[in-house]
């Protein structure tokens, strides 16, 4: 992940450049190129979990289909809590404070707030393979435990969000 940090840094222009070897404002720069970063990092998660939702609405139609309608309100509790999970990473704060703010936060916790978003996308394999087991499951008497084991993956989705808000509140915020 630290590609797109990278990414983010090689493509200043010359007078962010200059502006860094002004005393000061190269911290600043780093800031905030750690959250645009971060930003771009959320939003390709975003959009991995989003390929991973239409393959559930797909799931959903394939099972309507095949007259499972007993299973499809279980189905959607999945769907519903992974769109949360999406919707959340999509809008989530990214530590930002302007230069001129009083509340500073330092490199060092942006970095460990974006460790933790590159930590958000390896649950796309998790939830992909509990689809694979419920799209395995159609038509046979192991198609609730499935669905039960996506929705509970879809949760364990939300629950790490939430714990990125505890990340950033732990932060220690200081006044400079």
């Known amino acids: 992940m630290s590609d797109i940090f990278e990414s983010v840094t090689g493509d200043q222009?010359?007078?962010k450049k200059?502006?860094?070897?002004?005393?000061?404002?190269?911290?600043?720069?780093?800031?905030?190129?750690?959250?645009?970063?971060d930003k771009l990092l959320r939003e390709a998660v975003a959009s991995e979990f989003e390929t991973?939702?239409?393959?559930i609405s797909a799931l959903q139609?394939?099972?309507?289909?095949?007259?499972?309608?007993?299973?499809i309100d279980d189905l959607e509790e999945a769907a519903l809590k992974l769109r949360q999970f999406i919707d959340r990473v999509r809008t989530a704060s990214y530590g930002y404070a302007g230069i001129f703010d009083a509340i500073k936060i330092k490199e060092d916790e942006l970095a460990q707030?974006?460790?933790?978003?590159?930590?958000?996308?390896?649950?796309?394999?998790?939830?992909?393979?509990?689809?694979?087991?419920?799209?395995?499951s159609f038509g046979t008497d192991g198609l609730p435990a499935?669905?039960?084991?996506?929705?509970?993956?879809s949760q364990q989705c939300v629950d790490a969000f939430n714990k990125r808000s505890e990340v950033m509140k732990g932060i220690n915020v200081s006044a400079e």
């Open 52 to 55: 991973l939702y239409q393959r």
């Open 113 to 136: 707030v974006y460790e933790y978003d590159a930590a958000l996308l390896s649950l796309s394999d998790e939830v992909s393979r509990a689809i694979d087991n419920v799209e395995a």
């Open 13 to 15: 222009d010359f007078i």
């Open 18 to 37: 200059i502006l860094a070897k002004i005393p000061g404002f190269k911290g600043y720069i780093e800031r905030a190129d750690r959250r645009m970063s």
């Open 146 to 153: 499935s669905i039960g084991h996506l929705t509970n993956t």
């Open 61 to 71: 139609r394939d099972l309507i289909k095949q007259g499972g309608l007993a299973y």
